[in-house]
């Protein structure tokens, strides 16, 4: 089965009814696909939409998307090397950019994300969401 793993911009995407987004969170909520949503990309999301929107609409948010179908991933001590050796190779990446395509990695899955950069990686499936 197909998975998938979602970033902080598909991810806020989803809340602002982006229908791309839609359809893959309904195809996770009819296990037709696999969603995973990495622990650390929940953290990023939730401080970004609370500096946005407020602490409860974050916090609703939050708590919407760890009681879906998506399941949570937690970094592992081998994720550590490769999240590190992503960032020495690929500096421009964020922290939680290379925890997610190490994980991707890991998991076989495809990224949603609303970056460019993350497509252009070697070795990186990802599908860029338009909005």
């Not at 960032?87 to 460019?116: C, F, M, N, Q, W």
Request: some cysteine.
């Amino acid at each position: 089965m197909k998975s998938y793993i979602w970033d902080t911009g598909a991810l806020s995407l989803y809340f602002s009814e982006n229908e791309q987004c839609k359809l893959l969170m309904e195809d996770c909520e009819k296990s037709k696909i696999i969603g995973y949503v990495p622990l650390l990309i929940l953290s990023e999301f939730y401080y970004l939409h609370w500096r946005k929107f407020g602490y409860r609409l974050a916090k609703m948010r939050v708590e919407s998307i760890v009681n879906s179908s998506l399941t949570s991933l937690a970094l592992k001590e081998q994720s550590i090397y490769r999240i590190g050796e992503l960032k020495v190779k690929h500096p421009e990446l964020s922290l939680a950019d290379s925890a997610l395509i190490a994980l991707s990695k890991e998991y076989g899955s495809t990224i949603i994300t609303t970056e460019r950069l993350m497509s252009e990686i070697k070795g990186v499936k990802a599908t860029k969401i338009n909005f």
